[in-house]
């Protein structure tokens, strides 16, 4: 465990800090391009739009029982922190090894090469250059984040509000080309029938767009006030992004119709180029490429606090614990990641844990209809899983292989730092 005597984070993030990184961690690319893979599996813009608010329902439920769980335990780690403390280190090392190989690095170096293909694309570098200015995004953001929460939370007020200005011009655009087309918008689309069964894969799109909320947990230890900020945090991103979600397409069917919406293989550019010519599509890919860029800021910060948290604890290299005394940063941990760059369902079941095990503990804020809306997340995330390994069983495989391979190095590492 951490030894009580080094430097622990200070509490420098206000309640629009926290705010700002629950809205930059879900929206980063998603909502740019997956809107028309909803489209395709939809017969109508009414339903494509119900899809929509219903995700952003089945995603609040996740959001409020996160916010009990940043409430209850306010520290730097977050779902680490509660899969060690309900069920043991053996879970929690396998989260914390999935999230080091798999999913922060991956999705870092995702987004980070996304960001490069717009930025590129918008100031005219040829493509060569996509890789290597992905890999100076990626060292950029970590040294900005090696001088502080504080450096790193100014530089993600600043892309949050970049990227919800692209999204306000997306909206106010579709409801310009508005002018009496709505009905015809939301109307069943003839020339685009889908089995009835499909309504249901277009959800799981939907709610991976509606991912990465959990971020702000990660950071929990460095939230002013976290009891009653993380909550407020936590339910007021969510809103912002539901309403930007729901708006934007509502803008995509006005302005490209369903059919349109579905056969687009860059939906936000293509309603740019309609209304704005070429100049609309580059404008439209530099807000993409700040979207991004906040998501890969947001993913960097809170991957960064896991591993500290893992390396404090012993169960990953010790030099990943240290907090830098001067900047209060988790500088070693930033740069392994930031290099390794270039299950948050099992979180969730935590909160049962606590509710039995601390039933009588004061809690500043309890999620709502307890235990249904926890059940409905869970269910909806098993769903998730298990609509993924039906669609792709080889990465699902490779996934559960990877998990599996950490059992054993837990023991490993244990036995060497016995």
Sequence with gaps: MSNDSSPSYLRRLGTWDATAIVIGGVIGAGIFRSAATVAERTDS?????????????????????????????PQAGGVYIYLREAFGQLPAFLFGWTMALINYPGSVAAVATTFADYFCTAIGLPLAWVRPVAAGAIVFIVGVNLFGIRAGARMQNLFTLLKLSAIVLLIVTGLVLVRGQLGSALAIDTAHPVPAWSFLGALLPVLFTYGGFHYLNDLAGEVHDPQRSLPR???????????CYVLV????????????????????ADLMRRWFGPHGATLIAVGIACSTFGYCS?????????LQTMGADGMFFRMAGHIEPRTRAPQVALAVLGAWAIVHAFGIATLFWYRRHFADEPSPYRVPFYPLLPLLFVSTVFGVIVATTIHAPGDAGMSLLLIAAGVPVYYLWRRVNA
């Design 249 to 268: 397409n509502l803008a995509y069917l006005v302005g490209l119709g369903h059919a349109g919406l579905a056969a687009s293989q860059a939906p936000a």
């Design 233 to 243: 945090a936590l339910g007021l991103g969510l809103s912002v992004v539901v309403i």
């Design 298 to 306: 947001i993913a960097i910060a809170g991957g960064a606090r896991v």
């Design 45 to 73: 813009g009414l339903q494509l739009l119900s899809l929509w608010a219903v995700g952003g329902l089945l995603t609040l439920a996740g959001v409020l029982c996160y916010a009990e769980l940043g409430a209850r335990r």
